[in-house]
Each structure stands twice: as C-alpha cells, then as structure tokens.
T-cell receptor, first 109, second 116 residues
Framework: EDQVTQSPEALRLQEGESSSLNCSYT??????LFWYRQDPGKGPEFLFT???AGEEKEKERLKATLTKKESFLHITAPKPEDSATYLC??????????FGKGITLSVRP | DAGITQSPRHKVTETGTPVTLRCHQT?????MYWYRQDPGHGLRLIHY???????DKGEVSDGYSVSRSKTEDFLLTLESATSSQTSVYFC???????????????FGDGTRLSIL
C-alpha cells in the first residue's frame, strides 16, 4: 500500500527564515507526486507535479524537489502570506491518489 | 483557477434526512471526484466518475451514492445522514485518469456539512 508521511506536523517561522517541508513516501511505481497549498475554509490549490527523482519545480519563493524516497518543499525568505497547510500526495501504479496529512506553516511578521 | 463550484457551501441538517451536494465544473474535464476531509485523516476519496453515468467507489463509499448525468455536474447524496458524516466535502476534477493519474486534481472550495 502506498504511504505518504509529512513532517513536521506544524512549523512556525519568522518572516525571512527559510526552511523545508518534508514528504516521505513509499510507492509501487510512482506516476506523479503533487504538492498543494490549502488555506483555511478553502480547497487545496495545486502547486507542483514531480514525476521522477532529480526533478525540481520552482514558483516564486517555493521550490519542490524529488528523490526516490522523499520530496521537499523549500520555502525561501517566507512571508506571512505563505502561511497555510501544505499537502503532499502521490499516485502509484494502482492509479490511486494518496494524500499525506499536511504540514501547517505559520510565518510571523 | 479551475472552474469548480460546490453548492451549498454550508449545510446543517438532522440525522436521518437525505442530503445532496452538487459539484459543477466549467472545464469539460472527464474525471470528477468527491472527497471528505476530517482532522487526523486527511483527504479520503468517497466516489469518482470517469464519464457521464460512469462512476466507481472510493475508500469510504459506505452511506454515499453519486450520479453524473452531464459532464459538468457530479452529485453526492447521503441517503440517510448520520453524525459520522459530519465533515467538509470537496469536489475535484482532473483531465487525466482513474482514481489518480499523473495529472493533478483541482479542487473546489468545499461544503461544510454538519449533521445533528
């Protein structure tokens, strides 16, 4: 069974303090790994798809990377508006989308 | 933003009553999904559709039924609501396949359902 574990559960940063969110996974035949951002009272908002180890995607202050066992979401010089819950999900050979439980990021001004 | 509208956005109802949630998309995507999101469980798939009148069960389908009579609309029905179905329900759409292909799913803003 595919598994996704995100850590830490919650992270508090000072504005400008860069950090990384971790998504560890086990999967049979990775078809895609996805990162989402979710704001309170809203649905998950798609950020990135990664397909193979070594791939990187970047958008503004966010950069997602992928190895054979983990994905990282690096946040460079975060701002308070980056505060949200970040979800990692993947699809394996069974075509089933499996979500992690999310990391709640709080960025203090 | 993906054109997904969920209605209603909030609903409070009583145990034993039927409830129908609606998802409407303007993207003409083939695949549509219903999830529930609960603290400690994350997002769990209830049912999904891979075309008009083509639906299948997800991991938590008991007590739920779905229908898709048009490409743009996907309905989730709780035939006789129970308190354990109190949750936030999200609809998602995707251009690519199955319960989760290699194309991302895009989500609506959810329906907060409380069953008393």
């Amino acid at each position: 069974e595919d598994q996704v574990t995100q850590s830490p559960e919650a992270l508090r940063l000072q504005e400008g303090e860069s950090s990384s969110l971790n998504c560890s996974y086990t999967v049979s035949g990775l078809r895609g790994l996805f990162w989402y951002r979710q704001d309170p009272g809203k649905g998950p908002e798609f950020l990135f798809t990664l397909y193979s180890a070594g791939e990187e995607k970047e958008k503004e202050r966010l950069k997602a990377t992928l190895t054979k066992k983990e994905s990282f979401l690096h946040i460079t010089a975060p701002k308070p508006e980056d505060s949200a819950t970040y979800l990692c999900a993947l699809t394996g050979a069974n075509s089933k989308l499996t979500f992690g439980k999310g990391i709640t990021l709080s960025v203090r001004p | 933003d993906a054109g997904i509208t969920q209605s209603p956005r909030h609903k409070v109802t009583e145990t034993g009553t039927p409830v129908t949630l609606r998802c409407h998309q303007t993207e003409n995507h083939r695949y549509m999904y219903w999830y529930r999101q609960d603290p400690g469980h994350g997002l769990r798939l209830i049912h999904y559709s891979y075309g008009v009148k083509d639906t299948d069960k997800g991991e938590v389908s008991d007590g739920y039924s779905v229908s898709r009579s048009k490409t743009e609309d996907f309905l989730l029905t709780l035939e006789s609501a129970t308190s354990s179905q109190t949750s936030v329900y999200f609809c998602a759409i995707s251009a690519g396949g199955g319960t989760g292909g290699n194309q991302p799913q895009h989500f609506g803003d959810g329906t907060r359902l409380s069953i008393l």
